[in-house]
């Protein structure tokens, strides 16, 4: 099975703060995203990339900033963390071969606690 | 942007019956559907897909999928204690950039 590791696994910081949730796939694939999951909204799309350097917006992109290093590796920034985005935090990644054939891998996710 | 309603909220059902989830999409460019199943504490994971109207089967799981209403539900038939979990549904258009439902919240009851 595909393999998405995110790190850490924990975070607690304070309101302003600084924050970086990493993300490594080594399953190859060219799309990553990064979700966030919350009670009563479910998975929400933040940012996602179909390849190095490339960065395209999802859907609740507000006060993130993500980068794409290398095929295998994405990154969630939060320049100035507030308590809005305290939430569960996840990472995907798939092929997209083909419409049919998508289906996304998730990482184990990141709990982060903005206080 | 378009929204993923599923439906119930939370589901109770005893072992070994049947279980429905709905989830329809307001966008018409709509054209794949997916459900996804996370355990507590986990990630979720890919159950099935489905792209044409109808039917498909995978063991004690089917979907159906209406394309007209944009509609497409999952039965879990003989449902056991371990089918506990939250259900979501995707859809997308042209099979990228998946947009989640709130989720089914769903327990079997033993």
């Known amino acids: 099975e595909a393999a998405v590791t995110q790190s850490p696994r924990n975070k607690v910081t304070v309101t302003g703060g600084n924050v970086t949730l990493s993300c490594r796939q080594t399953n190859s694939h060219n799309y990553m995203y990064w979700y966030r999951q919350d009670t009563g909204h479910g998975l929400r799309l933040i940012h996602y990339?179909?390849?190095?350097?490339?960065?395209q917006i999802g859907d609740v992109p507000d006060g993130y900033k993500a980068t794409r290093t290398t095929q295998e590796d994405f990154f969630l920034l939060l320049e100035l963390a507030s308590p809005s985005q305290t939430s569960l935090y996840f990472c995907?990644?798939?092929?997209?071969?083909?419409?049919?054939?998508?289906?996304?891998?998730f990482g184990h996710g990141t709990k982060l606690s903005v206080l | 942007q378009q929204k993923v309603q599923q439906s119930p909220e939370s589901l109770i059902v005893p072992e070994g019956g049947m279980a429905s989830l709905n989830c329809t999409s307001s966008d018409r460019n709509v054209d794949y559907f997916w459900w996804y199943r996370q355990h507590s504490g986990k990630s979720p994971k890919m159950l099935m897909s489905i792209f044409s109207n109808g039917e498909k089967e995978e063991g004690r799981f089917t979907v159906h999928l209406n394309k007209a209403s944009l509609h497409t539900s999952l039965h879990i038939r003989d449902s056991q204690p371990s089918d506990s979990a939250l259900y979501l549904c995707a859809a997308s258009i042209m099979g990228y950039k998946l947009t989640f439902g709130t989720g089914t919240s769903l327990l079997v009851d033993p």
């Open positions: 995907a990644s798939s092929d997209n071969q083909g419409a049919t054939n998508e289906r996304l891998f």
């Open positions: 990339s179909y390849g190095a350097g490339n960065l």
